[in-house]
């Protein structure tokens, strides 16, 4: 158990606080985590090679199914920043010992920033506002042009792009320079940087989905959409941050901490994955109260350019992935995560996890395919394009991963992460 | 865990306590008093593991372990609450369907008489009410709260229960009443006292206040309760 680590520790080095070393929490060598730099590297660069090459000649398919890829990934890795910010804005003292799983991941946004580049070159063949002509006949686009325009599109999105990249480099750099400095200070200047912070994810956050995501259907509009996506990288985030930190406590090589070898073991305690679990719960209720909010007001109004969009979603098929999104995104999670021995059990919260990351692809293959006019079923292009973006960005985060510490050896709250109890 | 759920669920309502067949005048309790958590978490384990029922421990903070020490089981407050939430939202949905669409049914903007999405945040407020009231009087049934008085109330020492030490008192009812005052001192109670059914209260024992426990006032630090959930 982390207490009795933590005394052992004590009395190794006769200090009153416990300490645990940088090398005590190295990522071993052979650990299998390590192996997803070169196998995702390839499998990503290999599939995404295959995603161009079969799709140049169908651009809007290839471009709808990169978006979706691009897009999932990418909510993974704002997940993270947005848990970064989180735990220092609320000056967490609990989640010290899982948050520098969540810095490796928002660390991997400037691959983000690479992967925009073929979505920014690809403005015309994906977006129907920006096809030639399109605002002509159509004066709500002519409307919109102001904003909805190729050169401001793609400006903002270069924006968006390397505004989270930075503050993802940042914070995780800053709380790394912590390791070895042990400075309070640096976690003090953290928690006044991570409000700015936050209002800077929120904001861009929120025109990134209206841009990407929902401009996909250009006269549509809501404007609780970026809420509504914001509610997906919640639930993605705190169903990776507790399977990676499950992968950390496992495996390992002749480093290894605890019985059972990783270098987690013994530091991460079925409290954490309590308290990551209460909030994938909460999360999941806040994703369905946001989705009900929207899907209610626009069926009460009943104005036809908005519920037309519902209309794509109930037509050609679409209705049965609309009621099991629903089922699967809501119903089931809800009755399974609530119990409070699925969230205090590992493998029983590991299913719950990798299923909210399943139906949280399900979400983003609702919103954006019908806006593209696909059918219900995914395409070999999907699964290319999820798998190429995918790979590089689990081979990017296993690169960040490789050198430093697991834990933030260096927070001043860690001791008290260290012995958080939930009762 | 191996009885039927309704009847461990029965035997759990405050009317089925085998406590209540003793008349309350009759009743007689030990009060012991330990100076840190540690020493209660001790305490209460010794009792635990001699398969005492009827007693209690009284700390002015939450300590860590506690419960665990004690063998508390889970508690039943989370079925009231998932019942009644359930109830509560039928409840509401139920409602809104009799009036809109039975008793007194409204056209509204053209739509069905029974319009279940508008029904939508009713129902969930009354879910949320059903769950909120069924946690608040599960857990003063279950607690048999409110009450005007306690037995316990007749020491004065119990007073500093809500300032700085830690007591564990026994109902005369226990199984192993003949010895808990001997398991008491054995884990090294200050003080035990017994009040009688009367409210007359007399010393019983008198120990050191030294324990093999860890002594110091937080409750991080004597939390030996996490090394039994590995």
Redo the contacts between chains.
Sequence with gaps: MAHDDAHHEDAHHGHDAPKITADRVALPAGHPLRRLLPVGGAVGALALVATFALGLGHPHELYSSYLLAFFYWLTLALGGLFFVLLQFATRAGWSVVVRRVAEHVSGTLPLFALLFVPLALAVGQLYHWSEAGAMDHDPLLAGKAPYLNEGFFITRGVFFVLAWSLLGWWFRRRSMAQDTSHDPGATRFLQSASAPALIVFAVTLTFASFDWVMSLDPHWYSTIFGVYIFAGCAVAIFSLVSLLSMALEKGGGSKSGGPSGGPLAGLVTVEHYHDLGKLLFGFVVFWAYIAFSQFMLIWYSNIPEETVWYRHRLEHGWKAVTILLAVTHFAIPFFYLILRRTKRNRPLLAIGCLWMLAVHWLDLFWLIKPAVGAGPMPTLLDLLAFLGTGGLFLATLAWLMRKPATVPVGDPRLAESLSFENM | MSQPLLSRLLSRLPWAKGGDATDPAELRLLLAEYESPGALILAARKMRDAGCTRWDAHSPF?V??L?KAMGLK?SMV?LFVLVLGLGGAAAGMALQWWVSAVEYPLLV?G?PMFSW??F??ITFECGVLGGALGAVFGFLGLARLPRHHHPLFASQRFERMSDDRFFLSVESDDPHWDRAADLLAEAGASRIEEIGGDGSVKEVHRGSGITSGPTSGTA?DT?PG??E??
Aim: without cysteine; aromatic residues 0%.
């Design positions: 939450p860590h372990g419960e889970s989370p903007s739509k999405p508008a939508v945040p991080a939390a996490t090394s959930e590995a």
